[in-house]
């Protein structure tokens, strides 16, 4: 069967906790090493779905030069009217002849059953099948029959809220989350390090548990305990700790001595020496605090540090701290005190310790000194 | 065990960074070098608070339990609260709900999350194991 794709990516209203700690649409997040619109792409890809057609307002990251899925015939657009830009996308795949088109609104995260929703699409007298959880919560995941090019019009004019015709309802019970708030986007984490979606970490499983993207650093004395995962090039500096579902996303850095527990790191965010981040995301000089749900704005870079996104920008800080160090090391090198051991110690060292002489008890003076002790009662 | 000593009360301001900070411990130091001071901290307004803003609690602590005196911070806002956590500073401090409940406290023993409810104690517990009935749990 020849389906075909258009995905257009909503922008938030920016408010969102989502949006706040990436700085992205929730649907360009990273979420273990990738963000979800590419994983949502690769799940279609997977399960044959051939043209797609991605339409968001600013533009999408761009999918990986070695990507894991065949990244042919998926264009992306980027339109000031994404709606607008949906609707000439749609007629032109349409113009195809395909068998259907799906038509997702990202969003939520939505694990969908293509076979599945075709099947009850084409057994369904409907020009348009809409996707419901259980719970009659709408999904935005339609499928529209090929030959009805006004329909699909129709939807995209009125942003998937009206409906030319009477709308056929498959009821979706596959895996979903809606992404809307930072709470979601850990919970998404948390699922894929656990098996419970289809999300699979970018990355190599070094240990049970323990997924490490290309070029993770763990230093020395840093224990990283399963289930965890550190993206590409993130570090995790000396005695620090990195527990219990915890995600490092790429390039992100946990100083020495911090303790990282039950929290997402989201891209280029650097955490301070010393710190506890608890059931936390973290990211853009912002922490959300999932257990006192509050949101956080952190300017210290002590604290919270946001590391350079370009390469060249790192390297030169890197090399910055390093001559700042090298100078501060050879003043404490020179004016510091010499360590060298007095000339007495061997003396002192041979000398038996007092506690080895015969106890004051046994000793006859000592005793009737004591028993010579002045009263003044006496 | 009552104090007849005087608790100072003070509120720290909404943002506490270097400047701030500095400029709240110039307006403290006298109280902190009194006997014995006794102080509450009411974070309530704070909105925002850096590494400077928990050293200088940390520095006010110092100083305080240097006079044997006692400093305990009261109405923690969110964003003090977390800041604290993450710094793992909270353990270090009394805290309580509110600057009166932080008060009250300097004028009791124990603190009144330590305190322990009466014990009851039933007469069975203060029979000698041969009176006890057969029927109880620790007959033989």
């Known amino acids: ?378 | 065990m009552e104090s007849n000593r005087p608790v100072v009360v003070k509120r720290i301001p909404e943002r506490l960074n270097m400047k701030q900070a500095r400029a709240f411990l110039a307006e403290v130091q006298p109280m902190l070098r009194s006997d014995r001071p006794q102080m509450v901290f009411d974070c309530s307004q704070v909105k925002q608070m850096d590494a400077a803003g928990v050293e200088m609690l940390l520095h006010c602590l110092a100083e305080v339990m240097k006079r044997d005196g006692d400093l305990k911070l009261a109405a923690l806002s969110a964003q003090s609260a977390v800041v604290l956590e993450m710094t793992r500073t909270d353990r270090l401090f009394e805290i309580y709900e509110s600057s009166s409940d932080a008060v009250l406290s300097f004028s009791r023993f124990l603190p009144a999350n330590l305190k322990q409810p009466p014990t009851v104690l039933s007469i069975s517990s203060y029979m000698p194991a041969a009176e006890k009935r057969p029927d109880s749990e620790f007959a033989a």
């Open chain 1, 1 to 378: 069967m020849d389906l075909n794709a258009i995905v257009v990516v909503e922008e938030g209203t920016g408010d969102s906790p989502c949006e706040a700690l990436s700085g992205n649409a929730p649907a360009f997040c990273e979420v273990l090493g990738r963000p979800v619109l590419h994983r949502i792409l690769q799940d279609l890809r997977r399960q044959g779905v051939g043209a797609m057609r991605v339409i968001s307002e600013k533009p999408a990251p761009p999918l990986p030069v070695h990507s894991s899925f065949d990244a042919s015939q998926i264009q992306f657009t980027t339109a000031p009217q994404p709606w607008r830009a949906a609707e000439s996308e749609c007629a032109d795949l349409m113009q195809a002849n395909p068998d259907a088109v799906l038509v997702l609104r990202l969003g939520p995260y939505v694990e969908i059953d293509v076979d599945a929703l075709l099947q009850h699409h084409f057994d369904n007298p409907y020009h348009v099948t809409g996707t419901k959880t259980p719970a009659g919560e709408r999904l935005d995941v339609f499928v529209v029959s090929a030959s009805r090019r006004n329909d699909a019009v129709y939807m995209f004019r009125h942003q998937l809220r009206e409906f030319r015709s009477e709308c056929g309802t498959y009821v979706f019970r596959g895996y979903w989350n809606p992404l809307r708030t930072a709470r979601d986007l850990r919970a998404l984490a948390i699922d894929a390090l656990l098996q419970r979606n289809r999300i699979v970490p970018d990355g190599h499983e070094v240990r049970p548990g323990v997924w490490l993207g290309a070029g993770a650093r763990i230093e020395r004395g840093a224990r990283v305990l399963a289930p965890v995962y550190l993206g590409a090039r993130s570090r995790v500096r000396r005695n620090a700790v990195v527990t219990r579902c915890s995600v490092l996303e790429h390039h992100a850095t946990v100083e020495s001595g911090s303790v990282v527990e039950n929290s997402t790191v989201l891209p280029y965010a650097a955490i301070g020496a010393g710190l506890d981040i608890a059931n936390s995301v973290v990211g853009n000089r912002r922490l959300v605090h999932l257990v006192r749900n509050v949101e956080v704005e952190i300017t210290d870079p002590k604290l919270l540090d946001a590391v350079a996104q370009s390469s060249s920008w790192r390297t030169l800080g890197r090399a910055a701290a390093l001559a700042g160090f090298l100078p501060a090391q050879f003043i404490r090198g020179v004016l510091a005190k010499s360590r060298r051991p007095s000339a007495q110690l061997p003396a002192a060292v041979n000398t038996p310790s007092p506690a080895l002489k015969t106890p004051a008890a046994f000793q006859a003076p000592a005793a009737a000194e004591a028993a010579r002790f002045p009263s003044k009662w006496s």
